[in-house]
């Protein structure tokens, strides 16, 4: 039968057709032009009513196969083409991860903190202990405990940084406040000599706030460590002794020390320490300015009267006490040339540390 001839052919030319589809768009247009009101499986059907009665139910029985074999395959085909396109959408909009990410670099100690726990660990070392302060001081633990003159002029506003500024009140003269920042770690010595019997070892590492214009050797905010000790038959010796051991510890066993007498409120006898200079190594150059020297910290023998103020017996008791700034530290160990560059966050010059 010619029409039973006509079905199988167009059974398999739409099967070839299906399997050849490369899109969904295309594969679209061989579903509407083999089932499509105009479709070649419609046309074919519509030659039925020119078939005998008899043959109706066998042609009707393949016509039925051949549309169930064709929207089979059109939905098999539907379903590999959409998938093959979702995942050619998916590589499109991936981002490629198999190449190394940007990595965020490894932060580090900064120098003064640094600085600050390589002096704290030489002095743990030793027994020592490493007390907190205050920043906000008064009046009487800033300056008059530590035997600081009323007249002195560190307590002058050009000096210090007052909380209450009474510049206006004509009750005060000097214009300055009970309440301050500190401008030395010495406070804390004397709420640790109140506060401790002897004996006290100490060190006290901290922010401290002075009235100066920034430059190469001068900060508004720096760093200091201040040393205490008090106990009895402390002579300047010990002083000597352990500064001595704290500069070879910190700079390195070629590197000297030296005594120059002078003056500080707090202490009598009262001197300047220096170190060997560590790029001339004590022959002289423009950086000791050819002395071969350094100034490193002041130090000195615990004045009576400081004594007295804490309620310590200076019969009984003696003590050293020493300052040194952590900036100046800093320096001089890796020769910075500028305090600012120690603030200043350029990642250049912090890497090196």
Same mark, same amino acid.
Request: aromatic letters at 8%; hydrophobic letters at 35%.
């Given at each position: ?46 030659g ?57 670099p490894?932060g580090?100690? *900064? #120098? ?5 726990? @390589?002096c704290?660990?030489?002095?743990? !070392? /030793? ?5 907190? +302060? ?83 050797? *001068? #900060? ?5 460590? @201040? ?5 009895? !038959? /402390? ?5 000597? +002794? ?28 009262s ?10 190594h ?11 020297w ?60």
């Amino acid at each position: 039968m010619a029409l039973m001839e006509d079905l199988e052919k167009l059974r398999d030319d739409m099967l070839s057709a299906i399997s050849q589809a490369a899109t969904s768009d295309a594969l679209e247009e061989v579903r509407i032009s083999v089932l499509g009101k105009k479709g070649s499986l419609t046309s074919v059907l519509r030659g039925m009513r020119d078939i005998p009665p008899e043959e109706r139910p066998i042609i009707g029985k393949l016509s039925n196969e051949v549309r169930d074999r064709i929207e089979e395959a059109l939905s098999q085909r539907a379903k590999q083409l959409k998938g093959a396109e979702l995942e050619e959408k998916m590589k499109a909009g991936a981002i490629d991860i198999s190449l190394p990410g940007r990595s965020m670099p490894i932060g580090t100690e *900064h #120098l003064i903190n640094h600085i600050i726990r @390589e002096c704290s660990d030489i002095f743990a !070392g /030793i027994g020592y202990e490493i007390e907190g +302060g205050r920043e906000i001081e008064t009046d009487w633990y800033n300056f008059t405990a530590l035997n600081a003159p009323k007249d002195h002029p560190s307590r002058s506003m050009q000096d210090t940084f007052y909380i209450v500024d009474r510049s206006g009140d004509v009750s005060d003269v000097r214009g300055e406040s009970d309440v301050l920042l500190r401008t030395q770690t010495s406070g804390t010595q004397v709420h640790v000599m109140e506060e401790k019997k002897p004996p006290i070892y100490m060190i006290s590492p901290g922010k401290v706030y002075r009235h100066d214009v920034a430059d190469p050797s *001068h #900060l508004p905010q720096f760093h200091q460590i @201040e040393g205490l000790v008090v106990d009895k !038959g /402390i002579t300047f010796g010990d002083l000597k +002794g352990t500064l001595e051991y704290f500069i070879k510890a910190f700079f390195g066993e070629e590197r000297k020390t030296r005594f120059r007498a002078h003056f500080f409120p707090f202490t009598e006898p009262s001197a300047e320490a220096d170190v060997s200079c560590g790029i001339c190594h004590g022959e002289g150059c423009r950086f000791c300015k050819h002395t071969g020297w350094v100034e490193i910290l002041g130090c000195g023998m615990v004045d009576p009267n400081v004594f007295e103020n804490v309620g310590i017996d200076p019969e009984v008791y003696t003590g050293f006490a020493f300052g040194v700034g952590v900036e100046r530290l800093a320096c001089l160990k890796y020769d910075v040339p500028d305090l600012r560059m120690l603030l200043e966050g350029d990642m250049r010059f912090l890497r090196q540390f």
